[in-house]
C-alpha cells in the first residue's frame, strides 16, 4: 500500500519472499511473480488529501520510493506489478459475478457486500471454526462501513462519499471505489489465472484479508483459489510488531 514509506519490518517480507523465489529458481524452475500495489484504499485517499496531491501523482511518488528501496536491497523484479487502480473494470466484473451467483449484495447507498453464509467454506484458512469472529473484529477491519446485513459480511464496492473528493468511479451500483480485498484476488485472477500455486504475504494478513480473497474468488470461479501459503512473520521490536503507528 503505497501511501508512505516502507520500513524494515515490511521489507523484511519481499526479502523473504525474495529469497523464496532465488531458491525456487535455482535449479531451474520456472516462475511467474506479480506483486500488486494497493494505490486507492483509506489511506492512499486520506494522505493525499492531505498533502494537498491528487492520488495519482501522492502513490506514484510512494511507488517510486518503494522501487529504489528495492534496487538498494538486490530484489528481483516482479515479472508483473499490476496497481488496483487499473483494474478497476476486472474489479466489477468479479463483484457482478458474485452479485449474480447469489454471494453478494447491494445496499441502498450504493456498496457491495460479499455474503459469508453462502460460502460454507469461509475460514479454513485461519480456522476460524476454532475460534469467533466478534463483531469488534468486522468493525475494526471495515470501521467506515454500515448497513451490511450481517457484521461479518465485507465490503466490494464502497459507495462515494464526501471525503473521498474526487477518488471515485463509475460502477453498476453508482460512484464508489473498490474495497481493498477484491482489488487483491481481481489482480490475481488476470494476472496469474482462476488458479495458481503459491500466495504470498504477512501473518497478519491471513485474517481477514486472505481468507477473504479465497471467498470471493473461489465463490466467483468455482475452482480452488491457491494452492499453497507462504506467510512471513513480523519483525518484532522490544517484543512488539515494528509499525509506523507505533513510530
Not at 44 to 57: D, K
Not at 103 to 110: E, F
Not at 148 to 160: E, G, M, Q, T
Amino acid at each position: 500500500t503505497v501511501y508512505g514509506p516502507a520500513h524494515i519490518g515490511n521489507f523484511r517480507t519481499f526479502v523473504m519472499q525474495d529469497l523464496l523465489r532465488r531458491v525456487i529458481e535455482a535449479d531451474g524452475t520456472r516462475t511467474r511473480h506479480v506483486r500488486n500495489t494497493t494505490d486507492v484504499d483509506d489511506k492512499t485517499i486520506r494522505e493525499s488529501q492531505r498533502e494537498g496531491l491528487t492520488l495519482a501523482a501522492f502513490t506514484a511518488h510512494w511507488s517510486n520510493k518503494f522501487h529504489q528501496d528495492c534496487q538498494a536491497l538486490n530484489l528481483l523484479e516482479p515479472d508483473v506489478e499490476p496497481s488496483a487502480v487499473a483494474h478497476i473494470p476486472e474489479q466489477v466484473c468479479l463483484i457482478e459475478k458474485l452479485i449474480t451467483a447469489g454471494h453478494a449484495y447491494s445496499t441502498d447507498d450504493g456498496s457491495v457486500y460479499f455474503r459469508i453464509d453462502s460460502f460454507p467454506n469461509y475460514g479454513k484458512l485461519s480456522r476460524l471454526q476454532e475460534r469467533e469472529i466478534t463483531t469488534t473484529q468486522a468493525n475494526r477491519e471495515q470501521s467506515d462501513e454500515y448497513q451490511r446485513d450481517c457484521a461479518s459480511d465485507f465490503v466490494l464496492w464502497k459507495a462515494r462519499r464526501p471525503e473521498d473528493g474526487e477518488n471515485y468511479w463509475q460502477s453498476p451500483w453508482g460512484h464508489g471505489r473498490p474495497g481493498w480485498h477484491i482489488e487483491c484476488s481481481a489482480m490475481a485472477i488476470k494476472h496469474l489465472g482462476e488458479s495458481f500455486d503459491l500466495h504470498s504475504g504477512g501473518v497478519d494478513l491471513i485474517f481477514p484479508h486472505h481468507e477473504n480473497e479465497i471467498a470471493q474468488s473461489e465463490a466467483a470461479t468455482g475452482k480452488p483459489f491457491v494452492r499453497h501459503w507462504f506467510h512471513i512473520a513480523h519483525l518484532m521490536v522490544d517484543g512488539t510488531k515494528m509499525s509506523k503507528s507505533l513510530g
